[in-house]
């Protein structure tokens, strides 16, 4: 018997998206009881990663010849080009 998945999906949506809605607000439920720290905490830590990164990122770009970069970047996508 062969199952056309087109009218599976639309013959059971309801029961696909109630069960998305389930999994979502049950991990949003287990994320909250499990977290080991206060939310602003951790938007706080998230926030002062992603500042750092950003310097990190800056600091290395600005010593880099970006020529040669994009020279890497170019000879590395060639062969990419070549199987599609």
């Known amino acids: 018997m062969e199952v056309n998945l087109k009218t599976f999906f639309m013959k059971n949506s309801g029961n696909i998206i109630g069960a998305l809605l389930f ?34 990122i800056k600091k290395k770009l600005e010593g880099e010849d970006l020529t040669e970069f994009y020279g890497n970047v170019h000879s590395a996508s060639n062969p990419v080009k070549e199987t599609v």
């Open 23 to 56: 999994g979502m607000a049950a991990g949003a439920v287990v994320g909250i009881l499990l977290a080991p720290r206060k939310g602003s905490k951790t938007r706080n830590i998230l926030i002062s990663d992603a500042k750092n990164l950003t310097r990190q």
